[in-house]
């Protein structure tokens, strides 16, 4: 009886902060304004502009994600191997931008990119033509890539350190090569972080809004900024929690198509 008491508190937590919300968004997902049941909210994904912003967003999401793991996978092999890194403090400078804010963080690389930032500026004084970055889908994906990499980074440093460095070795005295090592050891040994980080990285870059407001300018819109704008600007609930639904959607299929490559729950971060 003791343990369900103690459990009450997260019980209540997990019923207002997630089932609450999820129910509102499901009755208005499928009614109208009148109340009336209705399936058109989510059918209007497949509308020109939804379909469109939909598109963009999944190709972003997926060249952000695809960066990041460029990225990632040699910073985590170099953290790994690093002495430094074992002692924290390489994963001390990764995750200490994160303790700034998100909205702060985004808006610093609007400062730098914008035509009079600090590129441009640096540019202009080596006589260089300006670079046209601001209010583009590169601006966006940049700022994504910024923002997201420790996720990424993190959790495949997590699944490599697990690995033994005796099987290493051995692969060595065996006469396997670094490629070998690399494509037949390594990357098999961290899919459980791979997928970790995938997750992480593509399910916040598939949603977001922030970013492309800010360094898109509001010029380009993606499925985020159609549903947040059918909240604030126009006050239709019903459409965008019939778009939210649509989305939701694809992000559990995506984390459970993910979620079978870490079964174990090998490339958590704790």
Known sequence: MSRKFLSTPYLLWIACGTIIPLVVIAYYGFTDRSGAFTIENIKAILGGEHAQALGLSL????????ICFILAYPLAL???QSKI??????????????WMNFLLRTMAWQVILEKGGIIN????????????IINTPAA???GMVYDFLPFMVLPIYN?????????IEAAY????????????????LSVPGIASGVTMVFVPALTTFVISNILGGGKILLIGNIIEQEFTTSSNWNLGSGLSL?????????MAMLGKLDKNGEGNLI
């Open 59 to 66: 190709l972003l999401a997926f060249i952000s994600t695809l």
């Open 78 to 80: 170099i953290l790994k």
């Open 85 to 98: 890194g074992s002692n924290g403090f390489m994963i001390f400078i990764f995750v200490l931008p994160m």
């Open 121 to 132: 500026s640096l540019l202009a004084a080596a006589h260089l033509p300006a670079l046209e």
């Open 140 to 142: 966006i994906v940049l």
């Open 159 to 167: 699944t490599l350190m697990k690995i033994d460095d005796n099987i």
């Open 173 to 188: 005295d065996l006469g396997a090569t670094k490629k070998n090592v690399l494509f037949e050891i390594l990357l098999p």
């Open 246 to 254: 649509v989305m939701m959607v694809f992000i559990l299929i995506s």
